[in-house]
């Protein structure tokens, strides 16, 4: 019993040690993921803590479980637009640039230590995936909002890279283990299996938990812990059957958090403290094993691959990924600087500790250092570069509430409070109706006012208003008054997405618009110059005047900011 109670103190006194450095470590901009990591290095045998542990089996059975929670979360706090804006950049960079990055990485480690090619090569795989724990960690700490292009490509490459990087992975440890055996059309059968029975099995299984658990209308405790076993379910089948069960868990999470109304506001609360469960438990574990004495015999080489994947691979392979989309040169540059490795790598190396290949140790600790480089290089300097290459726009107010209906599925119950000084002060409530938001109710100091007593709108009223997550901005854009920061980003005046480029361009503008211009409303504008899937914050000039999306629906600039010349 004695011992029992030992190991309980232990265990839970590093996880509450871990959880309050981590929360308060985001006011200094370090990555919570790290304090976990080094709170679990001071625990270990090197360590203050003293902590003998080289169980690697335990360890990769805890990660992937984590991992799969991350990642189940992720893709329920995914919107369906938000995964169409990013799905195929995102994809290039999880195919293309996994495999550009892993053997640039290779070839280096090849040359740098002397190693056997498919040695150096299998570090390249370990390392060339980005990890959805950092990734969906550190921009959620990092006290920045990114433009929705940049946001979404970085979290869904996150979520689908994991395959490419199992296949390279499992591939270079069979080679070394059976260096005679055939690697042709059998290894592409495998990273196709991978794919396609990940993608087909987390849509299928997905909508079939969706389903169940729409029917089953449980309190948001229990919603959420069907929700994880469930995952769990289909990461584990999806596996057995060949497919990538990472690939699997975050479409399932995508379809539960998008169909027939989705999850609430208290389901995805309770998913967020299974992800931080998930996340700190992981890289304590993580943290254990490390044995800081053995890094330094590796470090010099180990800084090496780091800073040539951090400063060249990763580049190079995003450059080559996003060559035929639209993203600007300043949006490629931040996403190859939030390249973030974490856990995933170190998972991957326990392969080959696994599997009996010679070097592992050298790999791993490679890999361990890679991961430190990375989130403290990339991680803490993360809010300066969003701002520094102008991928962050101002936080937009979020609702007080949101609730998902059960009927109509595609309507929610959003509430905002209303700022002093926002558009809709002074205003009738039955004013702000219109196609698709209705407003249901107002709350003032404790007396609830109905639409049919038309009450004329003060600060601090809460409205409710019943309306699609995409009327969201529009919403927050009446409710919300603008800083002096969002006037100096976004300009002064706002103009409709339907206004006349050449109305503007009469009253305001210091030169004739390009003939190819005239005729276009400055919603079409901003759909000629950056495709049809526009963003908040994205920028068009013309005849000196900037204007900067403030408000888009289905990818279509609904407002934007205007800025005078001079």
């Not at 190693?115 to 980005?130: F, K």
């Not at 948001?220 to 690939?247: I, P, R």
Request: glycine fraction near 10%; hydrophobic fraction near 50%; charge should be neutral.
């Amino acid at each position: 019993m004695d011992s029992l109670n030992l190991f309980l103190l232990i265990g839970t006194g590093l996880m509450f040690t871990g959880l309050l450095l981590g929360s308060l470590s985001a006011r200094f901009g370090v990555p919570s993921l790290l304090i976990f990591l080094v709170v679990g290095m001071l625990a270990g045998e090197d360590g203050i803590g003293g902590i003998d542990f080289d169980d690697f089996s335990t360890a990769y059975v805890i990660g992937n479980i984590a991992l799969a929670v991350i990642l189940l979360d992720g893709g329920l706090r995914t919107r369906l637009s938000t995964f169409k804006l990013g799905l195929r950049p995102a994809l290039s960079l999880a195919t293309l640039g996994v495999a550009i990055s892993a053997g640039l990485v290779g070839a280096f480690a090849t040359w740098l230590m002397g190693v056997d090619w498919r040695v150096g090569l299998l570090l390249g795989g370990i390392v060339g995936s980005t990890d959805a724990a950092a990734v969906f960690s550190v921009i959620k700490g990092a006290g920045v909002k990114l433009n929705e292009r940049v946001a979404s490509t970085l979290e869904i490459e996150s979520g689908l890279n994991d395959p490419m990087a199992i296949f390279i992975t499992l591939m270079l440890v069979g080679m070394l283990v059976d260096p005679d055996a055939s690697w042709g059309a059998s290894m592409l059968l495998t990273l196709v299996k991978q794919f396609g029975l990940g993608a087909v099995m987390g849509l299928l299984l997905g909508i079939v938990i969706s389903e169940l658990l729409l029917r089953v209308r449980s309190n948001e405790g229990l919603h959420a812990l069907l929700l994880c076993s469930g995952g769990a379910m289909v990461f584990a089948l999806t596996n057995l059957a060949g497919g990538s069960g990472f690939l699997a868990i975050y479409l399932t999470g995508l379809v539960a958090g998008n169909r027939r109304g989705g999850t609430g506001d208290n389901v995805l609360k309770s998913m967020d403290s299974m992800a931080w469960l998930a996340q700190s438990g992981m890289f304590l574990i993580l943290g254990l094993l490390v044995t800081p004495s053995r890094l330094t015999e590796n470090l010099p080489w180990a800084l090496a691959v780091a800073a040539f994947l951090m400063l060249f691979a990763r580049p190079v392979a995003v450059w080559i990924s996003l060559l035929p989309f639209r993203f600007k040169a300043r949006e490629e540059i931040f996403i190859a600087w939030t390249g973030l490795r974490g856990a995933v790598p170190i998972v991957l190396a326990v392969f080959p500790l696994l599997a009996g290949v010679e070097q592992t140790y050298l790999l791993f600790d490679i890999t361990l250092v890679v991961v430190l480089i990375s989130l403290i290089g990339q991680g803490t300097s993360l809010r300066f570069m969003a701002r520094r290459m102008k991928v962050s726009i101002p936080p937009s107010t979020e609702p007080r509430q949101t609730v998902a209906l059960a009927t109509p599925r595609d309507r929610y119950l959003l509430q905002f409070e209303v700022e002093a000084g926002a558009k809709a002060v002074g205003k009738p409530l039955t004013e702000l109706s219109e196609q698709d938001r209705t407003p249901l109710m107002l709350y003032r100091q404790h007396q609830v006012l109905s639409p049919t007593e038309n009450p004329v709108i003060e600060a601090g009223d809460l409205i409710s208003w019943l309306a699609p997550l995409a009327h969201k901005p529009a919403l927050s854009d009446l409710c919300h008054y603008m800083s002096q920061d969002e006037k100096r980003y976004y300009g002064d005046f706002v103009v409709l997405g339907k206004t006349p480029v050449a109305q503007l361009v009469a009253v305001y503008g210091v030169d004739a618009p390009p003939p190819l211009w005239q005729g276009l409303t400055v919603a079409e504008l901003f759909t000629k110059h950056v495709g049809k899937q526009a963003v908040v914050g994205d920028t068009v000039r013309v005849s000196g005047l900037r204007l900067r999306a403030r408000s888009v629906e289905d990818g279509l600039v609904v407002m934007a900011g205007l800025k005078l010349p001079g």
